[in-house]
């Protein structure tokens, strides 16, 4: 669901409720160009744990192919 910058300005934020009742993101216009994206923070923590979760398993990989080292949070501070 796209909103106008202007249409925001004039309702205010209490759109967003109406909007993400029945949908998950509304993305914000502006002078014709899409810029930004609101999510419920309930989606947003949703979206970071799957973000951070694909980070965990990247490293992951990366460590079990050799790429990294595995030591203590003292040892990575010893060696900054």
Same mark, same amino acid.
């Given at each position: 669901?796209?909103? /106008?910058?202007? @249409?925001?300005? =004039?309702?205010?934020?209490? /759109?967003? $409720? ?5 949908? $998950?993101? %509304?993305?914000? #216009?502006? *002078?014709?160009? #899409?810029?930004? /994206? =609101?999510? #419920?923070? !309930? *989606?947003?923590?949703?979206?970071? @744990?799957? !973000? ?8 992951? %990989? !990366?460590?079990? %192919?050799?790429?990294? !080292?595995?030591?203590?949070? $003292? @040892?990575?501070? #010893?060696?900054?």
């Amino acid at each position: 669901m796209n909103i /106008v910058a202007n @249409e925001l300005k =004039t309702r205010g934020v209490g /759109v967003f $409720d109406e909007i993400l009742k029945h949908n $998950d993101e %509304a993305i914000i #216009s502006v *002078r014709g160009e #899409s810029k930004y /994206v =609101t999510v #419920s923070l !309930e *989606r947003y923590n949703y979206l970071r @744990e799957c !973000e951070l979760e694909a980070a965990l398993q990247e490293v992951r %990989a !990366e460590i079990k %192919a050799g790429k990294g !080292e595995v030591m203590s949070a $003292d @040892e990575h501070l #010893s060696k900054l």
